[in-house]
């Protein structure tokens, strides 16, 4: 039951994190680019004002859908056998093909707006960049702390040792 609640918790977490860098990044570009692409995409129908309450409902429920497809990409339950840079390459592919499908059903841009097409393949590449570096930069860390945490159990236990 214990179980259960953390991963709740863990999936509300991560669905409201990536909601709100979503909504984040959404609103810093509305107030640059808000008023030019009024008429581009529903997204930006306030212009530079900010985001309609449908627009962020949309967005959340996108954050969830991403959160849920972590969350099955990386649960020992259902995909076990799998190495993590398959799943990783899945889960990126997913998210892809999920936010194509959101981009049609909301009508976020016209199907033949080649630029609009192509700033979100910047974009979606871009975030993918990012949360690629901040991923191997938080690995990085994390191993040095590990490191440092062996070596000062190494030295004590070195101690111990000696006495026995």
């Known amino acids: 039951m214990d179980s259960k609640r953390n991963n709740i918790f863990s999936f509300l977490t991560e669905t409201f994190v990536l909601f709100a860098v ?33 627009t962020m409902l ?18 020992d339950k259902i995909i076990k056998n799998m190495k993590a840079i398959w799943k990783a390459t899945l889960l990126v592919i997913s998210i892809f093909i999920i936010h194509v499908i959101y981009i049609i059903v909301f009508r976020w841009f016209s199907f033949d707006n080649y630029y609009a097409w192509l700033l979100f393949l910047v974009f979606f590449l ?3 960049v990012a949360g690629l ?24 236990h070195e101690g111990d040792d000696d006495n026995e």
């Open 22 to 54: 979503d909504i984040l990044l959404l609103m810093l570009l509305a107030i640059f680019f808000g008023e030019g692409a009024k008429t581009i995409s529903p997204i930006y129908r306030l212009g530079s004002q900010g985001l309609a309450i449908p």
């Open 58 to 75: 949309q967005f959340f429920l996108a954050a969830a859908t991403v959160a849920a497809l972590r969350a099955l990409f990386y649960s």
């Open 126 to 128: 871009g975030g993918f």
């Open 133 to 156: 570096l901040f991923m191997v930069i938080k690995t990085k860390l994390e191993n040095r702390q590990y490191d440092k945490l062996l070596s000062q159990y190494k030295n004590q």
